[in-house]
């Protein structure tokens, strides 16, 4: 059964430093999203990215996010300059419009991003 | 008002029992509605999507009363597998963004 990936699974940074999380979203979807899930809370939603552009995003997704799929198969989310409280686990999610149909979002495994 | 509200739990019930989870959103724009299922430092995995008309899957039935705004989840004879965090899920349809509950942690016991 085809799967999203994502790398690295953890990822420790300092403080102010810029961090890049990689995707790999199901080879025949459309649709992309990043979520992320601080510990203990809900999952939120980040952006979602359809035909190489982003068609919403959230209030948390600010100026220091940024998303990109560089070369037809991954898909990245980048924090330019990250704070305390980036510290999440960050999820990739893949989706497709089927026709009508109710779509379905299959997720990640998410990366555990610690910022120190 | 929260967009998703769920009882946050934790159920703690013996195997075999029944356990329900209540859902209630706020947003009537609302057109796709889900459970997923999250395990400890996991990422959520779809359980069910969540029909008019109600649907089951086995052990699972799902109920939607559109004119309340509120879903529910029945699981049947319980399993230790079902332990898990259960998480009520919508959006307002095709490829928009999915709006999470906090999400019920359940807790089977042997």
């Known amino acids: 059964e085809p799967e999203v990936t994502q790398t690295p699974s953890h990822q420790v940074t300092q403080m102010g430093q810029e961090v890049i999380l990689r995707c790999v979203p199901i080879?025949?979807?459309?649709?992309f999203y990043w979520y992320r899930q601080i510990l203990g809370q809900k999952v939120e939603f980040l952006v979602s990215?359809?035909?190489?552009?982003?068609?919403?995003k959230s209030e948390i997704f600010d100026d220091q996010f940024s998303v990109e799929r560089p070369d037809g198969s991954n898909f990245t989310l980048k924090i330019r300059s990250t704070k305390l409280e980036d510290s999440a686990m960050y999820f990739c999610?893949?989706?497709?419009?089927?026709?009508?149909?109710?779509?379905?979002?299959?997720f990640g495994p998410g990366t555990r991003l610690t910022v120190l | 008002r929260k967009e998703v509200e769920q009882d946050p739990g934790p159920f703690n019930v013996p195997e075999g029992a029944t356990v329900a989870f209540n859902c209630t959103y706020s947003n009537s724009a609302s057109q796709s509605f889900f459970w997923y299922r999250q395990d400890c430092r996991k990422e959520p995995k779809l359980l069910m999507s969540?029909?008019?008309s109600g649907n089951e899957d086995g052990r699972f039935t799902a109920q939607l009363n559109r004119a309340s705004q509120y879903i529910s989840l029945l699981i049947r004879d319980s399993k230790l597998s079902d332990s898990a965090t259960y998480l009520c899920?919508?959006?307002?349809?095709?490829?928009?963004?999915?709006?999470f509950g906090q999400g019920t942690r359940l807790t089977i016991n042997p």
């Open positions: 080879s025949n979807h459309l649709y």
């Open positions: 899920v919508v959006n307002q349809g095709g490829a928009q963004k999915l709006v």
């Open positions: 990215f359809y035909n190489n552009e982003i068609s919403e």
């Open positions: 969540v029909y008019s």
């Open positions: 999610a893949s989706g497709w419009i089927s026709g009508g149909a109710t779509d379905t979002q299959y």
